[in-house]
């Protein structure tokens, strides 16, 4: 196992991941199949599982008109949040980058931190996955809103 020096997040072989976050991330492969993105050509995939073990799959679904278009992440939050599932445990990102992991935007960073706690297990890897970059919303958005900001607020 292998340490980023610079962030702390991990980079580990993905035989060395429990069986059960293997087949999220493979579920997340296989969900980038059906990205709609003939813009940018980026096809990108996620799978999200509840901390009852369900899993509800994503992808990027871009638009002409750019602005409506929806991050795989974001695509398999609702999914989920719309089937009555609103905490999750671990979400996989699958996208390829030829020398670097492609990491969740800020949008869906902050759309995971209003489901799940902020060591939510993250994901993230490459479409033929061997090497797997593990992080959390802690660690990718240290000082996120959070819903229970606003209700100290309140
Ligand atoms: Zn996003």
């Not at 072989?13 to 579920?27: A, E, P, T």
């Not at 990108?44 to 992440?73: K, M």
């Not at 993250?122 to 090497?131: C, D, G, L, M, T």
Request: proline share 5%; net charge negative; glycine share 6%.
């Amino acid at each position: 196992m292998e340490v980023n020096g610079t962030n702390h997040q991990k980079i580990v072989n993905i035989d060395d991941l429990d069986v059960g976050d293997q087949d999220l991330i493979r579920k997340a492969v296989e969900a980038r199949n059906f990205a709609y993105c003939p813009y940018s050509n980026f096809a990108v995939g996620s799978a999200l599982r509840t901390n009852t073990g369900e899993i509800f799959t994503g992808c990027n679904v871009e638009n002409v008109a750019h602005s409506p278009g929806v991050c795989a992440e974001r695509t398999a939050i609702v999914k989920a949040v719309s089937e009555g599932f609103t905490k999750f445990d671990a979400i996989a990102v699958v996208a390829y980058l030829e020398n670097d992991f492609c990491t969740p935007c800020g949008v869906c960073r902050q759309a995971l931190s209003e489901f799940a706690s902020p060591d939510i297990k993250v994901f993230v890897a490459k479409p033929v996955a061997i090497r797997v970059l593990c992080t959390s919303v802690q660690e990718l958005l240290p000082y996120r809103f959070s819903p229970d900001k606003l209700q100290k607020q309140l």
